[in-house]
Nanobody, 117 residues
Framework: QVQLVESGGGAVQPGGSLRLSCASS????????MGWYRQAPGKQRELVAS???????NYADSVKGRFTISRDAAKNTVSLQMNSLKPEDTAVYYC???????????WGQGTQVTVSS
């Protein structure tokens, strides 16, 4: 059973930064394409950034140039550096697989990000 644990969220003002981290028990991330997702109130969960096992990254247009996804194989973590945050970035952020041919692992609790003045 894979358990995903997200951390690093919080409340920041517009223009601020946060760094999210994702760790797992029971499964290594190393061979998988991993992603960060977010779900805002009343909206569907969306993929905002992904990183392959080789380190190639992809971003949703809404976060391109502001967010950076990275992975640390030794620590088995995936991180999301978020800069120039906007109120529309407010959501619960989750990490999970981002490979279309593989079903998602069980979702963790996520970490709340609130951007407000």
């Amino acid at each position: 059973q894979v358990q995903l644990v997200e951390s690093g969220g919080g409340a920041v003002q517009p223009g601020g930064s946060l760094r999210l981290s994702c760790a797992s028990s029971g499964r290594t991330f190393r061979i998988y394409t991993m992603g960060w997702y977010r779900q805002a109130p009343g909206k569907q969960r969306e993929l905002v950034a992904s990183i392959t096992s080789g380190g190639s990254t992809n971003y949703a247009d809404s976060v391109k140039g502001r967010f950076t996804i990275s992975r640390d194989a030794a620590k088995n973590t995936v991180s999301l550096q978020m800069n120039s945050l906007k109120p529309e970035d407010t959501a619960v952020y989750y990490c999970n697989l981002a490979t279309p041919t593989i079903s998602h692992w069980s979702w963790g609790q996520g970490t709340q990000v609130t951007v407000s003045s």
